[in-house]
């Protein structure tokens, strides 16, 4: 069984560098396999255009599983591309139609800084984190794993949480380039779980205040982080994360 | 130099903690005097920097990724083991210890293992602790499954997302430190050298994959946690990025390479579907459970799966190993794979598959059933193949999965390089020549949390505190090497690019150096890699500059030390003239075709010291000695 052969052409948003301007640069691809995944064709692209004495287009990328939450573009208006619940690795071209045109362009948002072509700096997502994303323990000295029961249902509402890979998406499908879904999910797995109580109000004031002063906006309830984050992290969350801060905010 | 393990004496049970009390401890108001380098945030990277910055000492963390989270720990689907004996089940720290060593075909030492297996136990506390959402019972416990034909359930997990949430555990333990000023961390930074003056460690030389930048970083030790070297065969499960590169140059400053031809090769990937591939994708074992594996009985046979009558299927595994069937390990579901489409029975496009079949489950046990199983990798497997498992029989076949090989660590995790630890899949130290499943992750925590915060102190002590002490001229000249090596790369402006030769030597070391092996293949391999790697040093093609991000360099530097690489590989692989763990060496074979361990011969580590490139790397033997168990031969008929 042989698989469908597409042609697709692509306008693809090269930069050299954080401070050179950038500009959209067209390529076109004939006779890919349809069961190529996008990332793929990025690599015969780049072989394509090393060997015409061309820089190939800089993008991140990883596990190529969709777990490791490196990889990440916009393709045609839309983070990690059409496929709900998809990151851009596991994007395969079938879902494509023969000679579609695609443009791909780098995660935007002011708290991230574009490296070159599609690669973007997300480490104000680790900075979050650093203003409180965990639970203060030492290594040593834990009790014993069984001593507090957490309800079933409650460990998997923590894990749907847990589930987030930090790729961004959220903020680059926001119109106010907001990290609320991301730090939603943080503060709900923890506040979630008995683990997390101690630190729970302190937690959820530092986390949205170190946001804002990072530069990402705010929530106005636009949704589209949900539709865009391919790990279905829900808007639940950023319902949470609102109580919490709430709450801590008062008492 | 004979190599000394530096095992403690006394009963097993006892060894680590007599090691404890007998090693040395830095004063508390000292430690901030003594500063750290770590290589690599995964689960052992992550783990130690936080560990070892919560004591007090000032921790620096290099990561070629944008984030630490990014590490390849972070795709381990199935969990984690621990001896916790929850389930009643019979399990006990010395089964586990047990397991594993058997597992690793008696190739590990027993200190280690039984170390681990002790530290297993804590680990799930500390990461219960962190707020890791293992799965569990209504009753609010935690939940086990058994994994990898194990006969207790001592499996944790977090659906199938193990490896993503103890490593977000260790990422917000060293975000914390981070916060407090312990610990800083040294994104898009590729290790390029190690600083070694007297014999000792003094820092690393790297180079900022953003600017290009080459600069030096002195420390009082060095401790590397940079993963495994699966992607010298090109295509792997591993993520894109993995290499070799940092324990290599550790390798060629005098850290000695042990056992490196101890290969995993996982039986259930997703087959490869054309030449552009660049990579494998693991699905989880738990499906061999349910599923049956076959093949057609007639090679060449290209009907469709449904259209071969029963009579016409040979389910290879159930006829060949009765007693354990679908469930052999799995280096003996990867190789009766090979063996049969190398007689041209293999399926698909590619002839490179075998089914794996779950109509028969779903005919006993419902569709429901089935699906609540394995939904999720069903779901995985159509999104990347766009076929569905309950409609067609999977296709599967094996890929590199695990390295147990890696550089030599004594009891305290050190190198043969004093100053330089070795953590996680980096190092060669706990599963022998197989890991079981559930294993990576256990050991890349025990090594980070729990072995190298008590033992570093030992080798520091021996260290004056305050500026780290490596000479001006080490670091000086060791950039001026790394400056070379790099305009040497982008000097050669072939006509090939770097995939297509790396694509070259995969598919050598795969056909040579896989997991069957003689020693004719494997002297042609040897043959064949210095020629590839003359083809790569003339003809290689890097567009750019080094003075930029350019993943391009970045992909040929990582080629440059795997070609080297591959030359010890397959002369490990050479020498060992035993079939052993996850390799089959074909000369030493059962009358039935089984796997024939030769403890007489290499019931030892293969320590191989590197003497400069015109001469061949010396073999030390590190002899395995058996006290507590008795090396049993595997069958599994």
């Known amino acids: 069984m042989q698989s469908r052969k597409i042609n697709i052409s692509l306008e693809i948003w090269r930069q050299e560098n954080p401070e050179a301007p950038g500009s959209f640069q067209r390529y076109s691809l004939a006779g890919l396999s349809a069961d190529m995944s996008f990332l793929e064709m990025l690599d015969v692209l780049n072989e394509r255009l090393t060997l015409e004495g061309q820089e190939p287009v800089a993008f991140d990328h990883d596990c190529r599983e969709g777990i490791c939450g490196m990889c990440g573009a916009v393709v045609n208006g839309q983070p990690h591309g059409p496929e709900p619940g998809t990151t851009l690795c596991q994007l395969h071209l079938r879902h494509f139609k023969d000679g579609d045109h695609l443009v791909i362009e780098p995660f935007r948002a002011r708290a991230f800084r574009i490296e070159k072509d599609l690669v973007v700096d997300r480490s104000s997502l680790d900075q979050i984190i650093q203003a409180g994303g965990y639970v203060s323990v030492n290594t040593g000295g834990a009790p014993d794993a069984n001593t507090i029961a957490i309800p079933q249902q409650t460990a998997e509402q923590a894990m749907d949480a847990a589930a987030c890979i930090g790729c961004g998406a959220c903020v680059a499908a926001c119109p106010n380039a907001s990290a609320m879904l991301f730090v939603s999910a943080r503060v709900s797995q923890l506040a979630l779980l008995p683990q997390g109580q101690p630190e729970r109000r302190l937690r959820a004031l530092n986390m949205v205040g170190s946001m804002d002063e990072l530069g990402f906006g705010n929530c106005s309830n636009e949704r589209e982080c949900e539709a865009a984050c391919p790990k279905g992290i829900s808007i639940r969350h950023i319902a949470r994360l609102n109580r919490e801060f709430l709450k801590a905010a008062l008492f | 130099m004979t190599l000394d393990a530096r095992i403690p004496d006394g009963p097993l049970a006892e060894k680590w903690d007599r090691h404890r009390f007998a090693g040395r401890l830095i004063n508390p108001a000292n430690k901030r005097k003594y500063s750290i380098i770590v290589v690599g945030s995964g689960l052992a990277g992550a783990s130690a920097a936080a560990t070892l910055a919560e004591l007090g000492y000032r921790v620096r963390v290099f990561t070629m990724h944008d984030s630490p989270r990014r590490a390849h720990s972070i795709a381990a689907q199935g969990g984690i083991n621990a001896a916790k004996n929850y389930q009643n089940d019979g399990d006990s720290i010395f089964r586990l210890f047990y397991d594993t060593i058997k597992g690793g075909d008696f190739r590990a030492r027993e200190a280690n293992v039984y170390r681990l297996a002790q530290l297993s136990n804590n680990i799930i506390d500390q990461c219960v602790a962190q707020g890791v959402p293992f799965a569990r019972e209504y009753g609010g416990s935690l939940a086990n499954r058994s994994f990898g034909g194990a006969q207790v359930s001592r499996t944790f997990y977090a659906r199938g997302q193990t490896g993503q949430q103890l490593l977000l555990g260790a990422y917000g333990a060293l975000m914390r430190q981070v916060q407090l000023g312990k610990v800083s961390i040294h994104s898009r930074q590729e290790m390029m050298d190690l600083a070694v003056e007297d014999g000792r460690a003094k820092g690393i030389v790297t180079r900022d994959m953003r600017t290009g930048a ?93 259209e071969i009558p029963e009579a016409e299927r040979d389910y290879y595994l159930e006829n060949r190993y009765p007693a354990f069937g679908n469930l052999v390990p799995r280096d003996v579901a990867s190789r009766n794979a090979k063996e049969v489409c190398d007689r041209g029975r293999g399926v698909g496009e590619t002839g490179l598959a075998v089914y794996l079949d779950f ?140 995939d297509d030769i790396h694509r070259e030597l995969g598919r050598l070391l795969w056909d040579h150096c896989g997991m069957a092996r003689n020693s004719a293949g494997l002297q042609q391999a040897q043959a064949r890699i210095p020629q590839i790697r003359e083809e790569f040093w003339h003809n290689v093609l890097i567009p750019g500059s080094g003075r930029q991000l350019n993943q391009s360099l970045e992909r040929a530097g990582r080629l440059a030390d795997f070609l080297e690489f591959a030359e010890l590989l397959v002369m490990d692989a050479l020498h060992r003239q035993e079939s052993c763990g996850c390799h089959l060496r074909e000369e030493s074979q059962t009358e039935e075709h089984e796997a024939r361990r030769d403890d007489e011969r290499y019931a030892y580590v293969a320590a191989w010291q590197y003497r400069g490139t015109t001469e061949r790397p010396m073999l030390h033997q590190e002899p395995l000695t058996f006290e507590n168990v008795t090396p049993s031969q595997r069958s599994y008929k």
Request: hydrophobic residues 40%.
């Open chain 2, 214 to 306: 080459i600069a030096s970083h002195a420390a009082h030790a060095v401790v590397l946690a940079t993963g495994g070297y699966g992607n010298v065969y090109y295509l792997s499960t591993n993520a894109m990025a993995s290499n070799v590169t940092a324990v290599w140059r550790a390798y060629k400053r005098g850290a000695f390479f042990a056992n490196p031809c101890f290969v995993q090769i996982h039986p259930t990937c997703i087959p490869v579907h054309g030449d552009y591939q660049s990579k494998l994708t693991l699905m989880s074992e738990s499906l061999r459970n349910d599923g049956r594996v076959w093949v057609p009985k007639k090679s060449g046979d290209k009907r469709p799966a449904g």
């Open chain 2, 359 to 498: 109509a028969d489950a779903v005919r006993r046990d419902g569709m429901e059933t089935i699906y609540r199983k394995y939904g999720n990798l069903f779901q995985m497997y159509e999104k990347i193949t766009a076929r569905n498992p309950l409609k067609q029989p999977m296709m599967i076949y094996p890929a590199v999965h695990y390295t147990m090989g890696g550089l030599w660590v004594d009891y305290d995790l050190m190198s043969t390089v004093p100053g330089l630890f070795v953590l996680g899949e980096a190092n060669f130290s706990d599963h022998g020549a197989n890991r079981l499943g559930a294993s990576a992750l256990m050991q890349g925590l025990a090594d980070g949390y729990f072995i190298l915060p008590n033992t570093i102190g030992t080798y520091l002590s021996c260290c004056a505190p305050g500026e780290p002490d490596g000479s001006a001229s080490l670091f000086a000249d060791t950039e001026k090497e790394v400056e070379a090596h790099l305009a040497r790369l982008l000097a050669v402006q072939g006509k090939r690019t770097v």
